[in-house]
Structures are given as structure tokens and as C-alpha cells.
């Protein structure tokens, strides 16, 4: 995922996205650059790499001045990081610029059309593409009695009903955009400006997140209000196929697909300071440190002790139709999708209904059986994950309610789902997920008792949960309280190249988790597997070199994880276990332990996620890795 920022107003533009996308960095980070119209010259300034090695450094040797300005930073799709496929890319004219996140499907029919027109490119992006095709459709606009607008078979992606409808604009900016993206097959976001347009900018979305800022004679567009929120807390979201035409005092949006626009303006839950590092070395590890007021703000307002249950403001179901779901398929990625694993096993366990827990991307593409009852459940942090956002709109497709686990307020899985629950976890920069994946699972924990007690589930039993969750945050206190502790342990391993993490039940899910927490921050190889399953093959691979790092909470598997353990311990492989407090078994077979507090089963995978995510920090630490942006990787990935 890609980051964008766009600026017009009185003020200098170009600190203004230099701090953006500073902010943004954490959505991709291969390259950075900006477009700013300077007096009546479109500058262009961008640099592979990191915004404080390139951008920065080439902005302070040759610095631009304006009010009108775009930026982007980068994760590749299309072409290699290198500084000439950086974003902002321009026109053959050199006149319009644009940024784009998302990925044009269709870009080489279209480079090959504009190839056979004389066009010339610089780059092998198909961002590139797009900015000549603009730029093709402005000189038809500007030139008289031209026809300007795409020839009917050419608007290969629109529905019938799209091709036609669509609230003109006056602006030919904004029409040559609107009969560019016409022909375009993909997702994108994008903000287009041009040397002749000294106070508009051109925004629009299909598949990738665009917000309007609002401001006081000064607007904004960005990718996302992390970007923006330290200028203003008013925002539009923009829909799919909107078209918005953005100045200093005003901003305008068609929909290529309806006749109007659904414009709202919206406000910002969140303040400029949650979306800071603050006295933390990164990101991660300030969002790790706040997991104790996470799962508070995922408890806020929800727990009903009074009627033993927990409730909801936003499912949109009643407890008749909640009561007919006799099927729940959770599709989700990543970190996101351990999360849906482990509300398997407490929805399941609490409230007796059959679950599927679905690789979202695997979802989309196989016809799976759907009955009438069953019920789609997206996990989702960003709210912008393509493979889930697919997921969601193929079980919609399919005529079946989908409901959504969401951190980002107005986020596309947010706006698109039949209803939901939000995380309130606030910005979670960090591109490895702690935060939100900690408020998912105490989120899931109280949907499980919701459900249940619809069905058999006691009053008992569950304020027996409820009460264990409201003590979580302190026992994340004391956890936290270990992380010297962790960091030892955490050295002494770190330079090992293989990890294995292993439990059963509850905390299997969380062992997947330590695994990929690991992987995606110190680039070591590690695989999380279920304890009992190693004997089937993979302890050919225990050696003295290879740590495990066993998860064995004094739950209903306790002896038969421990029975694993001594297989593992056999075989000379050194182990690092996370056990509860008071065990007096675990020291004698473990090279190193940790000690969780005493909780209920359901409970142990959140208290158990925070020692791997601090195991995980410390171990690329020692190794120097950039924790918050690994190599690689981006923080929503919006594309399939
Ligand atoms: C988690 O640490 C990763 N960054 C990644 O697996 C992430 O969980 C996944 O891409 C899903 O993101 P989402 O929750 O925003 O949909």
C-alpha cells in the first residue's frame, strides 16, 4: 500500500507533505517524491529509499516553493524501488503530475495504445501509464470540438449504467481524469494537479483509500488521516469511482457510477499525538506498551454484567436473526487471520456455533458451499486489505450478510460491511500488528459470549469470562513489567536462524502468531505448528541450533503438551517456554521460561501474544533491523 498526501491553500506545500509523508511512511517505504507547482513550473522532486535518506536530503539541496503540491510514498508493485519509478510521474507534457496507489491491470494495452501515438515513457510503472492517458485526454479536452470523451468500447471496467451516468464538471482536469480512469481495469488512488491549474487538485478512487481534508481556506487529500490530522479533524471519505475536484476554498464530487456523489463529512476520532512515537524508540514497541488501555477500549461500553452478556451497537442483527446463524466463515490475512483462528475456538467452545476460519484470498476463489444461515466475518485492522475487502463483497455478491471487525473509523470494509464492531485501538503505525490484534481477540471473546448467550450459554460461565477479561489489562501490566526480562532471553536466541513455536488448543493460533511476529521484523525463518503434529514429520528438523519457543499455559492440554515438549527435549532443541505462574514442571525441561498470569483458557491468547510480540521486537533490535518498516512489507496490503 502506497501513501499520498495533497495540499492546496496559502501555505508553503512542501514541509506540509514532507511531515505527510513522514507519516505515511509506514504504508510503503521503497521511494518517496513530490510534485509542486512552483510559481507557473511543475517541480518534481523523489528519491528511492527511505523519506530521511532521499526525499529529505534532495528537498534540502534543491527545495521547491508553492501552495499546490502532491506526494507519495511508495511499496512497489510495478517495476523495481528506483528513483525513476518514483512517484510523482508525469505527463508527456510535463505539465500534469500524479500520484496512484493501487494497481492499473490493463496498463500494457493502454502504454501500447499511447506507444502507437507517439508517446514516450521514462519509467516501467504503470502509474506512468495512467498520467500520459490524463494527460492525452486534457490536450482533447483543451482542443476545440474535440471529441474528448473515450470511445464506447474503450471503457472496459465500468457497468453499463456507469459508463453513462456521472455528473459532469466543468473543470477539463477533472474530466480528462474521469475519461482516463474510464478506461482503466484495476484499483487505484490517486491526486492529479497541473501547471495550469495553480489552486486545483484532482482526486479519486477506485479499491484504494482517498480522504478530503477540510480546511480553512486550504484543503487536503490523503490516503489517510494519519497524514492530515495534525491540520484538521474534518473529513470526507471518498467511495469508490468518486471524482473529487479539490481547491483552496471548496471541493466538488461526482461518482462515475451514480448520478450524485454520498458526501459526509466526517470527524476524526483520533488526536495528532496518538499517531506519534512519543518517548519510544519505535512504533512497535509504543504499541505493544499500549495494550493494557487497548483491551480497555475494546471493553468500553460492552460489557453487560447486569444481564451477563456483552453487547453491541453496530451488528445491525436482531437476537432472532443472531439466533438463526447456524454458520459463521471468518475470512481474514495475516496477523488478522490468527486472530479469526483463535474466534474459532472461543465462538465454538461459548456459543456452539459451527465455525470456518478462511485465508480471505483463498475465499474469493473457490466456490465454497454458503447456505442461507451462514454468516461472513471480516477481521481487519486497515479496513483497506484487498484480499478482505473481496472477500467481503463476494459474500455480499453471494446475497450473505457480512459483518466486520474493523480498527480504521471509514475505512472501505468498514463503510462496505452490513454492520460491525470497531476496535477503537487507535492509529497503529507499527507495520507489524500488536495492538489491533490483541483488541480483536478480546473483541471475538466478547462475541463469543454474545452469541452464547443466545443459545446455552450460562449466566455463569459467562461472567466468568467477562469478569477474566475486565482483568486482563492489569495482567498486561505485569507482563509488560517482564520486559527485561524478555530482552535477555530474547538476546541470548537472537542469533539463531530457525525458530519453531509450538502449542495446542487456545494457544496454537498464538504460536502462528509468535512465528510471524518474528519473521516479519528480524527476517529469521520460523514456523508456527501445532505441538502434537510436529511428530508427523517436522521434528526431523529439531536440532541443537534450532530454538523452539513452546506455548504451554496450564490449560486442559497441559500434559499433552508437555508430553510434546519432552519429544522436542529429546532431540537436544533448546527451549524457551511461556508457561503459567506456579508451575513447577516447566524449569526442569526448559532451557529458558516465561511466566504468564493464572487466567481462564479462552483468556491465555491474549496474555500469551504480548511476550512473543516483545520476544519478536528485541530479537530485531539486537539484530538491527528497522522494526517499524521491515523489508518488504507495507502496512495494508491493497493489493489482491
Ligand atoms: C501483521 O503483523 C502483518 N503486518 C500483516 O500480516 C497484516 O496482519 C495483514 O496484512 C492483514 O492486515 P489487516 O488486518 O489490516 O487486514
Same mark, same amino acid.
Given at each position: 500500500?502506497?501513501?499520498?498526501?495533497?495540499?492546496?491553500?496559502?501555505?508553503?506545500?512542501?514541509?506540509?507533505?514532507?511531515? $505527510?509523508?513522514?507519516?505515511?511512511?509506514?504504508?510503503g517505504?521503497? @521511494?518517496?517524491?513530490?510534485?509542486?507547482l512552483?510559481?507557473?513550473?511543475?517541480?518534481v522532486?523523489?528519491?528511492?529509499?527511505?523519506?530521511?535518506?532521499?526525499l529529505?536530503?534532495?528537498?534540502?539541496?534543491?527545495?521547491?516553493?508553492?501552495?499546490?503540491?502532491?506526494?507519495?510514498?511508495?511499496?512497489?508493485?510495478?517495476?523495481?524501488?528506483s528513483?525513476?519509478?518514483?512517484?510523482?510521474h508525469?505527463?508527456?507534457?510535463?505539465r500534469?503530475?500524479?500520484?496512484? =496507489?493501487?494497481?492499473?491491470?490493463?496498463?500494457?494495452?493502454?502504454?501500447q495504445?499511447?506507444?502507437?501515438?507517439?508517446?514516450?515513457?521514462?519509467?516501467?510503472?504503470d502509474?506512468?501509464?495512467?498520467?500520459?492517458?490524463?494527460g492525452?485526454?486534457?490536450?482533447?479536452?483543451? &482542443?476545440?470540438?474535440?471529441?474528448?470523451?473515450?470511445?464506447?468500447?474503450?471503457?472496459?471496467?465500468?457497468p453499463?449504467?456507469?459508463?453513462?451516468?456521472?455528473?459532469?464538471?466543468?473543470?477539463?482536469?477533472?474530466?480528462?481524469?474521469?475519461?482516463?480512469?474510464?478506461?482503466?481495469?484495476?484499483?487505484?488512488?490517486i491526486?492529479?494537479?497541473?501547471?495550469?491549474?495553480?489552486?486545483?487538485?484532482?482526486?479519486?478512487?477506485? $479499491?484504494?483509500?482517498?480522504?478530503?481534508g477540510?480546511?480553512?481556506?486550504? =484543503?487536503?487529500?490523503?490516503?489517510?488521516?494519519?497524514?492530515?490530522?495534525?491540520?484538521?479533524?474534518?473529513v470526507?471519505?471518498?467511495?469508490?469511482?468518486?471524482?473529487?475536484?479539490?481547491?483552496?476554498?471548496?471541493?466538488?464530487?461526482?461518482?462515475?457510477?451514480?448520478?450524485?456523489?454520498?458526501?459526509?463529512?466526517?470527524?476524526?476520532e483520533?488526536?495528532?499525538?496518538?499517531?506519534?512515537r512519543?518517548?519510544?524508540?519505535?512504533?512497535?514497541?509504543?504499541?505493544?506498551?499500549?495494550q493494557p488501555?487497548?483491551?480497555?477500549?475494546?471493553?468500553?461500553?460492552?460489557?453487560? =454484567?447486569?444481564?451477563?452478556?456483552?453487547?453491541?451497537?453496530?451488528?445491525?442483527?436482531t437476537?432472532?436473526?443472531?439466533?438463526?446463524?447456524?454458520?459463521?466463515?471468518?475470512?481474514? @490475512?495475516?496477523?488478522?487471520?490468527?486472530?479469526?483462528?483463535?474466534?474459532?475456538?472461543?465462538?465454538?467452545?461459548?456459543?456452539?456455533i459451527?465455525?470456518?476460519?478462511?485465508?480471505?484470498?483463498?475465499?474469493?476463489?473457490?466456490?465454497?458451499?454458503?447456505?442461507k444461515?451462514?454468516?461472513?466475518?471480516?477481521?481487519?485492522?486497515?479496513?483497506?486489505?484487498?484480499?478482505?475487502?473481496?472477500?467481503l463483497?463476494?459474500?455480499?455478491r453471494?446475497?450473505?450478510?457480512?459483518?466486520?471487525?474493523? =480498527?480504521?473509523?471509514?475505512?472501505?470494509?468498514?463503510?462496505?460491511?452490513?454492520?460491525?464492531i470497531?476496535?477503537?485501538?487507535?492509529?497503529?503505525?507499527?507495520?507489524? @500488528?500488536?495492538?489491533?490484534?490483541v483488541?480483536t481477540l478480546?473483541?471475538?471473546?466478547?462475541?463469543?459470549?454474545?452469541?452464547?448467550?443466545?443459545?446455552?450459554?450460562?449466566?455463569?460461565?459467562?461472567?466468568?469470562?467477562?469478569?477474566?477479561?475486565?482483568?486482563?489489562?492489569?495482567?498486561?501490566?505485569?507482563?509488560?513489567?517482564q520486559?527485561?526480562?524478555?530482552?535477555?532471553?530474547?538476546?541470548?536466541?537472537?542469533?539463531?536462524?530457525?525458530?519453531?513455536?509450538?502449542?495446542?488448543?487456545?494457544?496454537?493460533?498464538?504460536?502462528?502468531?509468535?512465528?510471524?511476529?518474528?519473521?516479519?521484523? @528480524?527476517?529469521?525463518?520460523?514456523?508456527?505448528?501445532?505441538a502434537?503434529?510436529?511428530?508427523?514429520?517436522?521434528?526431523?528438523?529439531?536440532?541443537?541450533k534450532t530454538?523452539?519457543?513452546f506455548?504451554?499455559?496450564?490449560?486442559?492440554?497441559?500434559?499433552?503438551?508437555m508430553?510434546?515438549?519432552?519429544?522436542?527435549?529429546?532431540?537436544?532443541?533448546?527451549?524457551?517456554?511461556l508457561?503459567?505462574?506456579g508451575?513447577?514442571?516447566?524449569?526442569?525441561?526448559?532451557?529458558?521460561?516465561?511466566?504468564?498470569?493464572?487466567a481462564?483458557?479462552?483468556?491465555?491468547?491474549?496474555?500469551?501474544?504480548?511476550?512473543?510480540?516483545?520476544?519478536a521486537?528485541?530479537?530485531?533490535v &539486537?539484530?538491527?533491523?528497522?522494526?517499524?518498516?521491515?523489508?518488504?512489507?507495507?502496512?495494508?496490503? &491493497?493489493?489482491?
Open positions: 500500500m502506497c501513501g499520498i498526501i495533497g495540499y492546496v491553500g496559502k501555505k508553503a506545500v512542501s514541509p506540509i507533505l514532507l511531515e $505527510g509523508l513522514r507519516r505515511l511512511e509506514y504504508r517505504y521503497d @521511494s518517496a517524491g513530490v510534485a509542486v512552483d510559481g507557473d513550473e511543475l517541480l522532486r523523489k528519491k528511492k529509499g527511505k523519506i530521511s535518506e532521499g529529505a536530503r534532495l528537498l534540502k539541496s534543491q527545495p521547491v516553493a508553492g501552495n499546490l503540491g502532491i506526494g507519495h510514498t511508495r511499496w512497489a508493485t510495478h517495476g523495481p524501488p528513483d525513476i519509478n518514483s512517484h510523482p508525469l505527463d508527456q507534457s510535463g500534469i503530475a500524479v500520484v496512484h =496507489n493501487g494497481v492499473i491491470e490493463n496498463y500494457d494495452a493502454l502504454r495504445k499511447l506507444l502507437a501515438t507517439g508517446h514516450k515513457f521514462k519509467s516501467g510503472t502509474t506512468e501509464v495512467l498520467a500520459h492517458l490524463i492525452d485526454y486534457y490536450e482533447k479536452r483543451r &482542443t476545440p470540438g474535440s471529441a474528448g470523451v473515450p470511445p464506447a468500447d474503450s471503457r472496459a471496467e465500468l453499463t449504467r456507469q459508463r453513462d451516468a456521472g455528473a459532469p464538471s466543468s473543470n477539463p482536469l477533472t474530466q480528462a481524469v474521469c475519461d482516463a480512469l474510464r478506461e482503466v481495469i484495476g484499483t487505484y488512488g491526486a492529479v494537479i497541473c501547471a495550469d491549474q495553480p489552486d486545483t487538485i484532482v482526486g479519486a478512487r477506485r $479499491g484504494s483509500p482517498l480522504i478530503i477540510i480546511g480553512t481556506g486550504e =484543503n487536503f487529500l490523503a490516503s489517510d488521516a494519519n497524514a492530515i490530522v495534525a491540520h484538521t479533524k474534518k470526507v471519505y471518498l467511495n469508490d469511482y468518486d471524482v473529487a475536484t479539490v481547491t483552496s476554498a471548496r471541493f466538488d464530487v461526482l461518482n462515475l457510477g451514480t448520478d450524485t456523489a454520498n458526501v459526509q463529512v466526517s470527524k476524526l483520533f488526536s495528532q499525538e496518538d499517531a506519534v512519543g518517548k519510544y524508540e519505535h512504533f512497535m514497541l509504543k504499541e505493544i506498551f499500549e488501555r487497548t483491551v480497555e477500549n475494546a471493553l468500553r461500553g460492552r460489557v453487560d =454484567n447486569e444481564g451477563a452478556t456483552a453487547k453491541f451497537g453496530g451488528l445491525n442483527l437476537s432472532a436473526e443472531l439466533r438463526s446463524i447456524d454458520r459463521i466463515v471468518i475470512a481474514a @490475512s495475516g496477523t488478522s487471520w490468527h486472530a479469526a483462528l483463535v474466534g474459532e475456538y472461543l465462538i465454538e467452545e461459548l456459543a456452539q459451527p465455525v470456518e476460519v478462511e485465508f480471505a484470498h483463498e475465499f474469493c476463489y473457490r466456490n465454497a458451499p454458503l447456505e444461515s451462514t454468516v461472513l466475518l471480516v477481521v481487519s485492522q486497515s479496513g483497506e486489505t484487498a484480499d478482505t475487502l473481496a472477500a463483497r463476494e459474500a455480499k453471494r446475497g450473505h450478510r457480512a459483518l466486520a471487525i474493523v =480498527n480504521v473509523v471509514g475505512s472501505t470494509i468498514a463503510r462496505e460491511s452490513d454492520g460491525g470497531y476496535m477503537h485501538a487507535g492509529p497503529e503505525i507499527g507495520v507489524a @500488528s500488536t495492538k489491533a490484534f483488541s478480546t473483541i471475538l471473546a466478547l462475541l463469543a459470549v454474545h452469541l452464547g448467550r443466545l443459545r446455552n450459554l450460562s449466566a455463569r460461565r459467562a461472567l466468568e469470562i467477562l469478569h477474566a477479561l475486565e482483568a486482563v489489562p492489569k495482567q498486561l501490566e505485569s507482563i509488560l513489567a520486559n527485561n526480562a524478555f530482552k535477555k532471553i530474547a538476546k541470548k536466541y537472537a542469533k539463531a536462524d530457525d525458530f519453531f513455536f509450538l502449542s495446542r488448543g487456545y494457544t496454537f493460533p498464538i504460536a502462528l502468531e509468535g512465528a510471524l511476529k518474528l519473521k516479519e521484523i @528480524s527476517y529469521i525463518h520460523a514456523e508456527g505448528y501445532s502434537a503434529e510436529m511428530k508427523h514429520g517436522p521434528i526431523a528438523l529439531i536440532d541443537p530454538p523452539t519457543v506455548l504451554v499455559p496450564q490449560d486442559s492440554m497441559y500434559d499433552k503438551t508430553a510434546n515438549l519432552a519429544m522436542i527435549r529429546a532431540r537436544k532443541g533448546p527451549i524457551i517456554a508457561a503459567t505462574e508451575d513447577k514442571q516447566i524449569g526442569k525441561v526448559a532451557n529458558d521460561v516465561i511466566y504468564l498470569p493464572k481462564l483458557e479462552p483468556i491465555n491468547p491474549i496474555l500469551a501474544a504480548v511476550p512473543l510480540q516483545l520476544f521486537y528485541h530479537i530485531a &539486537t539484530r538491527g533491523c528497522d522494526v517499524d518498516k521491515p523489508r518488504n512489507l507495507a502496512k495494508s496490503v &491493497t493489493v489482491e
